[in-house]
């Protein structure tokens, strides 16, 4: 399972629990969490689609 797939069970999980909520503020926290959970899995399929490439510096090159 990716990071992806984990934070859209999370934001899944915060949107089944404000139809069981009365409480307007809860409600409104689970709302606020679960858009910031799809914010991280947008985030981290763009991650996935990055590649970095780490090159050791050249000892000699970066002497004076």
Do not use: C
């Not at 992806?4 to 409600?27: F, H, N, T």
Request: hydrophobic letters at 40%; a negative charge; zero cysteines.
């Amino acid at each position: 399972m990716t990071p992806r797939d984990v934070y859209l069970m999370r934001a899944a999980e915060l949107i089944s629990k404000i139809d069981g909520e009365l409480d307007p503020a809860l409600r409104a926290e689970f709302e606020n969490l679960a858009r910031a959970y799809l914010r991280l899995a947008d985030q981290a399929e763009l991650n996935n689609q990055t590649d970095i490439v780490y090159e050791t510096p050249n000892k000699d090159r970066d002497q004076p």
